[in-house]
């Protein structure tokens, strides 16, 4: 039988918006050693907005643009979204893109017209010589993500959005690891954006260009040094880390799939709820014993 302390922390937890979906999920919360978080969404708003649009020569802006954005029709991910927003604003209309393929934690391709597009991760889109480098750096480093889009001869334009991290989670952050908790980001974004949200989140441990199946790998890899490993992610490709972790959360904004998989649900997205799950877990747990 689960003791009266365990349904009575549920039901503080469910009153402060922290869902537990069973007692274990309680339980399992007192003895984190370590917090696995995704970057795109779980630190940060996940509403990422367009900020700057660069064309290669001979090309238009607003041609790249309604190309870009009728490729991110057919996709959810937050980047399509901020994309698909831009196109609206400036008024463009929309291709029929046929062949149409969304490639988790890459981009998204298809054919307009006679053209083969491509667009999503710089090193899934072109190859290394044709792109700018100088540009992809100078965009990193601001901490915007950035995509390309190319067809199958040449780059057309590059796309830079930012995604502002959440009012919250640098004291969260900073809350966890005073618990001695250690944090770490995980992240299929660039490098540059990686750090620089990473260093705006008060975090110091952090792996960048992370696809989708190697979120987990990271995760069997620290349970496998004999920690007890959390995560707290948000979208599809997040589920099999959260799977794999001892204690999962999810953002009540995230995908089905991350909330149907995770232990705890975060209904406020805030990750304050998580240093309120650890504690909640400990004052249950210590009414028991
Ligand atoms: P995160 O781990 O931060 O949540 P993802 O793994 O979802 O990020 O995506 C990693 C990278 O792949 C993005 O930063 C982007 O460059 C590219 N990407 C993923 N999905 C799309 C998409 N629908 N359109 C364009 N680029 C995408
Ligand atoms: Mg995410």
Do not use: C
Request: no cysteine.
């Amino acid at each position: 039988a689960t003791p009266t302390a365990v349904v009575v922390g549920i039901g503080k937890g469910a009153q402060a918006g922290v869902l537990f979906r069973d007692a274990k999920a309680l339980e399992l919360a007192e003895k984190i050693d370590i917090l696995v978080l995704d970057k795109t969404g779980t630190i940060t708003e996940g509403k990422p907005v367009v900020t700057e649009i660069h064309v290669t020569a001979g090309q238009d802006r607003n041609q790249v643009l309604s190309f870009a954005a009728s490729l991110e029709a057919g996709s959810s991910h937050p980047l399509a979204h901020a994309i698909l927003e831009e196109a609206r604003k400036e008024g463009l209309s929309l291709h029929t893109v046929q062949n149409f393929k969304s490639v988790m934690g890459q981009g998204v391709e298809g054919q307009i017209g006679n053209q083969s597009l491509k667009l999503g991760r710089s090193a899934w889109v072109a190859p290394e010589f044709s792109l700018n480098q100088d540009l992809l750096k100078e965009l990193e480093s601001k901490g915007q993500t950035l995509m390309v889009l190319a067809d199958e001869a040449r780059v057309l334009g590059y796309i830079a959005v930012a995604d502002r991290i959440r009012e919250s989670s640098k004291e969260a952050i900073a809350e966890i690891q005073k618990r001695g908790v250690k944090v770490m980001m995980l992240t299929g974004d660039n490098e540059g954006t990686a750090r620089e949200i990473s260093r705006q989140a008060g975090i110091t441990d952090f792996k960048h260009s992370v696809k989708p199946a190697d979120k987990a790998n990271v995760i069997v890899t620290l349970k496998r040094k004999k920690l007890r490993v959390a995560m707290v992610g948000d979208g599809i490709n997040d589920a099999p880390a959260l799977a794999m972790a001892d204690v999962s959360f999810s953002m009540s904004s995230g995908t089905d799939i991350a909330i149907e998989t995770a232990d705890v649900t975060l209904m406020k997205n805030d990750l304050r709820s998580v240093a309120q799950a650890i504690q909640l877990s400990h004052l249950t747990l210590k009414k028991i014993r």
